[in-house]
């Protein structure tokens, strides 16, 4: 069967009506397949959606999955769609193969794919290492979890185009045939143990980007990263490292304060570290990564160089939100779970008041207080997690309770001094209170830009 073959002709059922499972069920209509889409929500909430597969002529469902999904030769899940739901146990026991919209999207890819996992910098090395091949004149198209799915971008790529891709250990679940020419695991530490059950199958479904490449393809680890060194996944592919440090078998590491890439040329200075736009160790490391990367596929040195000075970083992750009264405020929304929220701290030098909460992944937070003890003043939590943080935490901090984040904001402004920092890096999902983090960063700076707007203290404390 060629993979045309696997589209064309073929019902296929995707379940979900966001993002990906739009793209998904465009791509199959464009293939020659019929898709069938079908969400859980009600109609009233997913208008938009329905008027866009209304006016492709795409059959869906809304309020349920429905038997009609069993009639199809396979579904499609979108990556917010948990795997043991009814209808999924169902397909499973029927036999119907169920695949993840960056499977069926990297079937007709017809250009290189270049896969960024990990559990924390993913969004941003991605985005780093599509501008720089982007400046070296790379037909580049980043997309993936971070944003705009691969079955988005498909269509207008070429034998020629490179597809950057952020991928979620949500898509590694049901991939089959997916096979990126370069794989990249950044790190790995407890992430998203409400879905997977445990760290080491968490684990496992990060390895499974590389378990169809082959001795022609790359694989990256990082070689400061103590859970995958120690696992040394297996591979097929050639097996290389980055490193935020010195070493003697990294392609790209720091030493004598620069930046380097190792090659059959030897030893070349990128950059010195300082001049690295994106500060903090962490994104030493994801800086490293996109210089592997780019090494491998011939970019200069002048490019990498050119464009790590420029890079100023993704959105909601330490965004610098702005200063009121002395006070600054950083949005950290991306920080999603603890490791996160520790480069978080570690990044900031000032006495901060720290805003934590969301809906639990699993996460450990008793881990923040060594690395928070001396730096964090109060701690102010809010959404579904609030209980559980406060109990892992309060006899270590001061610990507020805050209804919105709103609230959480003006509490800590109406508290901290100048000089000091107000740091949004919830540790938690955002599913509880918001649509996801963007919304909840946006809703974040939209409250500190009304401190901005000439609020006094009083009046700010009190909204």
């Known amino acids: 069967m060629t993979i045309e073959e696997r589209i064309r002709d073929r019902k296929v059922g995707i379940l979900g009506m966001a993002r990906s499972g739009l793209a998904a069920a465009e791509l199959v209509l464009d293939r020659g397949g019929m898709p069938f889409v079908s969400d859980s929500a009600p109609a009233d909430r997913v208008s938009e959606p ?22 199809c030769d396979y579904l499609v899940v979108s990556p917010g769609v948990p795997l043991n739901i009814k209808i999924l146990q169902r397909a499973r026991e029927a036999g119907l193969p169920i695949f993840s919209e960056l499977e069926i999207a990297s079937w007709v890819c017809p250009g290189r794919i270049v896969a960024i996992t990990g559990s924390n910098g993913k969004t941003t090395t991605t985005t780093l290492m599509g501008e720089i091949l982007t400046a070296a004149g790379f037909d580049t198209h980043v997309c993936g979890n971070i944003g705009r799915p691969l079955s988005e971008v498909v269509g207008r790529m070429t034998a020629d185009s490179i597809a950057v891709v952020e991928v979620s250990s949500f898509q590694l679940e049901t991939v089959s045939l997916f096979k990126p020419c370069i794989a990249m695991i950044l790190n790995l530490t407890p992430d998203h143990i409400d879905r997977h059950g445990s760290f080491e199958t968490y684990k496992k479904t990060k390895y499974r980007i590389t378990e169809n490449q082959t001795e022609a393809d790359l694989f990256l680890l990082n070689h400061n990263d103590v859970e995958s060194m ?15 440090a010195t070493d003697d078998v990294s392609i790209a590491f720091e030493s004598d304060g620069y930046l380097s ?11 010195r570290c300082d001049e690295i736009a994106i500060k903090g ?10 210089v ?22 993704v959105e909601h992750r ?3 939100a702005g200063v009121v009264a002395g006070v600054a405020f950083v949005n950290d929304s991306k920080a999603t779970n603890i490791d996160s929220v520790k480069w978080a701290l570690r990044s900031i030098s000032t006495p901060l008041y720290l805003i934590l909460g969301g809906r639990d992944k699993g996460g450990q937070f008793g881990e923040l207080i060594e690395i928070g003890r001396g730096k964090v003043k109060e701690i102010i939590v809010i959404g579904e997690a609030k209980d559980k943080i406060t109990t892992a935490l309060q006899e270590s901090f001061s610990v507020k309770v805050a209804n919105t984040l ?16 107000v740091l949004l890096s919830p540790g938690c999902a955002s599913f509880d209170m918001f649509d996801n ?20 203290r009083d009046e700010a404390v009190s909204h």
Do not use: W
């Not at 592997?292 to 970083?313: C, D, K, N, Y």
């Open 437 to 456: 983090y963007e919304h909840r960063g946006r809703v974040f700076k939209e409250a500190v830009q009304s401190l901005r707007n000439g609020k006094s």
């Open 318 to 320: 330490l965004e610098d």
């Open 281 to 290: 160790p962490h994104n030493l490391q994801n800086a490293s990564a996109a």
């Open 230 to 244: 120690t696992d040394d996944p297996p591979t097929q592919a050639r097996k290389a490292y980055f490193s935020a």
């Open 261 to 271: 890439t190792r090659d059959d040329r030897g030893v070349q200075q990128v950059i």
């Open 406 to 421: 709103q609230d959480a904001v003006s509490v800590c402004f109406g508290q901290a001094h100048p000089g000091e920092t």
């Open 50 to 71: 329905i008027a866009k597969l209304q006016h492709l002529g795409i059959s869906f469902e809304t309020d349920g999955h429905s038997d009609r999904l069993l009639a």
């Open 292 to 313: 592997a990367v780019a090494t491998q596929l011939g970019v200069s040195i002048e490019v990498m160089r050119r464009v790590l000075t420029g890079f100023p970083g």
